[in-house]
Every structure is written in structure tokens, then in C-alpha cells.
């Protein structure tokens, strides 16, 4: 089989499946025939995996949204933490990990 993104020859165990694209939210019925390797999942753009669905199979990135760490569809992007929030987990993870408490 061959790569959808860079055409090189990949084993069956190298491809990536993917959701078509438009998918919301992860469901094996979304899933196209294609596959990606996973170099191009690891350094290309294209695509990725939703960080609360899995790694079934990936999205395009233009059906996801990223908070600049995480990429996440648009069934959970409404679980992204906004800078306050994060920051406010980091000042409580910074605290129970200080021996002086």
C-alpha cells in the first residue's frame, strides 16, 4: 500500500487510517480506504489525532482545532482549557509538587 500524503510504499503495520474528511468526531464508519504513513502523521501538517478520541485513525487538521499543545474535533474542542485555566493547573501542580507543603 502506499501513502496518501507522500506515495512511498508502507507495510500494513506503517499505515495510518484516516476519517474522511468533514468527520466531527471519531466513527470507524468515517474511516476512508487510504492510509498514511506515520512519518507524515509524526512531521507533516495534514494530519492528526484528536488528543481525546484515540489514535484509531487520524483527521485532517483542517476538521480539527488546536490549543498550541493538543489538537482536538469538533466533538471536544469545547474541553480546551484557555490560558487562564492552564495556568491556574500549572500554579496548583507547581504547589503539590513542592516539598514544602
Same mark, same amino acid.
Given at each position: 500500500?502506499?501513502?496518501?500524503s507522500c506515495k512511498k510504499n508502507i507495510g500494513k503495520r506503517d499505515g495510518v487510517q484516516v476519517?474522511?474528511?468533514g468527520t466531527?468526531?471519531?466513527d470507524?464508519?468515517?474511516?476512508? @480506504?487510504?492510509? *498514511?504513513?506515520?512519518n507524515c502523521l509524526k512531521h507533516g501538517e495534514d494530519f492528526a489525532y484528536?488528543?481525546?478520541c484515540g489514535d484509531e485513525a487520524a483527521f485532517h487538521t483542517s476538521d480539527l482545532?488546536?490549543?498550541g499543545f493538543s489538537w482536538y474535533c469538533k466533538e471536544h @474542542?469545547?474541553? *480546551?482549557?484557555d490560558d487562564e485555566e492552564?495556568?491556574?493547573w500549572m500554579d496548583f501542580a507547581g504547589y503539590i509538587n513542592d516539598p514544602n507543603h
Open positions: 500500500m502506499k501513502c496518501k476519517y474522511k474528511k466531527d468526531c471519531a470507524v464508519d468515517q474511516i476512508v @480506504k487510504y492510509v *498514511i504513513c506515520k484528536c488528543s481525546l482545532v488546536s490549543d @474542542k469545547g474541553e *480546551i482549557m492552564r495556568e491556574s
